[in-house]
Nanobody, 124 residues
Framework: QVQLVESGGGLVQAGGSLRVSCAAS????????MAWFRQAPGKEREFVAA???????YYTDSVKGRFTISRDNAKNTVYLQMNSLKPEDAAVYYC??????????????????WGQGTRVTVSS
């Protein structure tokens, strides 16, 4: 059974930092593309960052230079380091996985497995 378990969300002041983690089990993690998506209240789920297994990384424009995605294949964990947080970064952050040897996708529908989400709140 595949499980993606996010952790590390919380409340942070604008300009602060937070790291969210996603621990994966039940899938060949080292051969998976991993991604973070987020969904704010009343908005659609949007792509944030993705990393392939070798790794190639992609970011949405609004987080470039502030967020860093990384992975530890020995721990089956993917991370999202978020710096210089803004109120508009507040959302539920979801981890997603897709078994592929290609480049990671930015598309919601390409990901097979999803975590339950972790909430990030940014106070202004």
């Amino acid at each position: 059974q595949v499980q993606l378990v996010e952790s590390g969300g919380g409340l942070v002041q604008a300009g602060g930092s937070l790291r969210v983690s996603c621990a994966a089990s039940g899938l060949p993690f080292s051969r998976c593309a991993m991604a973070w998506f987020r969904q704010a209240p009343g908005k659609e789920r949007e792509f944030v960052a993705a990393i392939s297994w070798y790794p190639i990384v992609y970011y949405t424009d609004s987080v470039k230079g502030r967020f860093t995605i990384s992975r530890d294949n020995a721990k089956n964990t993917v991370y999202l380091q978020m710096n210089s947080l803004k109120p508009e970064d507040a959302a539920v952050y979801y981890c997603a996985a897709h078994q592929t040897l290609g480049s990671p996708s930015r598309m919601f529908n390409d990901y097979t497995y999803w975590g339950q989400g972790t909430r990030v709140t940014v106070s202004s």
